[in-house]
């Protein structure tokens, strides 16, 4: 019965607008959905009823599809989050049920927040069905009793921002974040691609004071903001994506760190002061935080629950600290509390323990070096999820190379392609024309008898050879051409096979990579 009908049920009920009856959840560490059951996603924490709760989307993505499948909001409520308990509230609002004037799916980042009247407002991004602007994205507000609903619209007239509304803007108005101030002063902020908005509300929490502003000084800001105060500052967190080699928030421009600024008013001068969380598993990163209990929490989202992915993301929580030791008091980065993971199990390959290094470092941003070892091979990956060359110039040969700590015996390999352009193309990414392994013994050298290299993309090659032994092994590809321009070259993942299974070896953390390979 559970299995067969109750998702038909609970589907029924969700498009009837009735609230499901929470389930009981244990989660011993991150993501607290963990089962693939239900993604959760855009987290959005709050204190109510003495609870922690946290407001969230649902991803429902299929595997291997990339778009935001976003069709509802869900809750999660705990009294004590180190005991792991929680409570779920699938199915608490859909678009088209709250807002007569919205469409059905993409249920955006909200955030829930009791109003000065005790009700709870809910602002959220959605689409607005009838609207000739080039972008419908339109942030409404619903008011509830309590926060697991039933919500209504509190503007039934229509959005309170949108592209026509307070005044015309050409951005795309999504993820909310509202501050009610100590002194009862309401503000209001939005925005994602790199443009951030700010607007103070009537005490309402409906209605827009004006003028809009344009708000500047978060470095890197992308999207994501989360408006808060502490001791007489104002904080915001936002998903930051200022990329590469050097940078302190993410070394790939898909990926984000949340990094957060502070200002002394609602409306700045803001000023950045760093990164509260690294990179995530999932492109987008997202996160609030609140204070629970005497307790500073972030709440944010992975990729790491059971068949997780870039749109089928899951919401952690772990505590956050702060350094009152320097004015304005700054935030530590947070540590992730992953829950347990099985163990790998035995395995013959040995590059996870490797450090990757390639031909054209740094590596352009769009790509990430780090995906040649992660173990993930997907159908469809996005740029970060494999190393690439791609350049407006691409040179007729690049490398990539793994180095050891330790010398290890290998006796074949296996690489996985990938490719947006067939065989013999001079543009785009196409596979290699030939490609061969080499290792280092005083030098570069072919490794002696290796069978064929073959180049088919969306699938491991393999290659095996006689056992050799060496520190540094190389894969040596030379590009796809017309003739004219070369292609680029991009692998999703490479092994390097020991010749018998054993327990995985794994690169230790912090450890440097080899300077040389003799
Ligand atoms: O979930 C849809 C979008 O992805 C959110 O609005 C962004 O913040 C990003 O998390």
Known sequence: MRNRLAPLLLAGMAAAGVAQEPRAIIAPGNPILADGDYYSTDPAPFVADGALWILAGRDEAPPDVNDFIMNEWQLLRTDDPASGKWLHYPAVARPEQVFAWAETGRAYAGQIVQGPDRRYYLYAPVLEKDSDAPDRFAIGVAVADNPAGPWRDAHPSGPIVSQRVPVRNDIQNIDPTVLIDDDGRVYLYWGTFGRLRGIELERDMITPKGPEQVIEGLTGFFEAPWIMKRKGVYYMLYAGNRAGPASDCTPALYHACIAYGTAPSPMGPWTYRGVVLKPVSSTTSHAGAVEYNGQWYLAYHTADAKDGGHFRRSVALDRMEWDDSVTPAAIRLVVPTPRPRPPLGVTRNIARAAFA?????????????????DGITKAAPLPPDMWGSWTANNPRSQWIEYRWNRPVTIDGSRIWFWNDQPAGSGIGVAPPAHWHLEYWDRGWKPVPGAGAYGTTPGTFQTVTFPPLRTRCLRAVMTASSD????????????????????????????????????
């Not at 031909?359 to 780090?370: A, E, G, L």
């Open 483 to 518: 003739g004219k321009t070369n292609a680029a070259l991009a692998v999703q993942e490479w092994e390097v096979l020991a010749p018998a299974a054993r327990e995985p070896m794994i690169r230790e953390q912090g450890k440097q990579p080899p300077a040389s390979c003799g």
């Open 357 to 373: 290094t390639a031909s054209n470092d740094p590596v352009p941003v769009q790509f990430w070096i780090k995906a040649l070892n």
